[in-house]
């Protein structure tokens, strides 16, 4: 098995160089019917590549494990059978020709996207008129899609940025509504020591920050290595496969928590559909927010080594991004939402 850099993007590369993959092999039973649909999907959109019928491959990359671990327990529990492993090749011409596939499919998404941003602008990628913000939006949530599973560098990706950034310059960024109201009574979730995986990162921070803003300011929070790890009696779990809270049906574990909790707190919906589609990349939202928002979680992450420091900052970001949602509605003399 080839050992080598987990995030870089290869060019020529020694056999100490090569990415290494991960691989998820399936066998889904004939029915329901909707499940191979739905996993096909969903594979399609982490970007995996299908060596051959039910073996699909990804470069060993933390998050792309994650995908195919999430992916693996959807197939379970519609009743088939998963499993994902490490993986090299002994050739680097085999492995070459894999990376080329990444790069083709990737390349083909791209030029569907300058299609698409050409046929609703001018000719020569001017603006067309009203039509540019969405389009824009569109487009930039597109293009985020695409790069989150760009992970060798496709050819076209610079000229769609181009384009975009031609675009944007055309317009002003437009804010969106908010509101706020009360929470709602929390009970028996007050008092609890909570458990996730070490490593934290955008639905794990925005998570733990529910939870110590709005169920219970002195919970304890834990971090653990789930190989080697388990919660202890009496502990909750989140964002962890078979979690108390974790991603159910659509919804990623922050979406789940809040639900589950009754927390009804409007401003909390803006910020539930930004950390979806930075957690679950499927631009079901399409907020503007999300890519600023994204971009400053990923400066924590790389500022931040340890969990701790990641909460410490985690939390004050979703602060700011909560009393913005929270205050956009103006409030008259009396009190009362105008």
Known sequence: MARGKTGGRPGSRSRSDRPGWYLLIHQLPPEPLYLRAKIRQRLAKVGAVALKNAVYALPRQEDCLEDFQWIAQEAIAGGGDAHVCEAGFLEKKTEDGLIERFRVERDEDYTELLGSIRA????????????????????RRRLEEISRIDFFEARRRSEVESLLEKLERSMKPRRSSGATARLSSLGNLVGRTWVTRKGVKVDRISSAWLIRRFIDPRSRLRFVDPPSERARPGELTFDMVGGDFTHEADRCTFETLRRAAGIRDPAL??????????????????????????????????????????????????????????RRTPVSKKGSRK
């Open 120 to 139: 609703g602008s001018r000719s020569g990628g001017e603006p067309a008129g009203e039509e540019l913000p969405a389009l824009l939006a569109r487009s």
């Open 269 to 326: 919906g803006p910020i539930a559909e930004i950390v979806h589609d930075i957690d679950l990349k499927d631009g079901k939202f399409g907020r503007p927010e999300t890519r600023g928002v994204e971009r400053l979680l990923s400066g924590i992450l790389r500022a931040s080594p340890t969990d701790e420091e990641r909460l410490q900052r985690g939390f004050v970001l979703f602060d700011g991004l909560y009393e913005s949602f929270r």
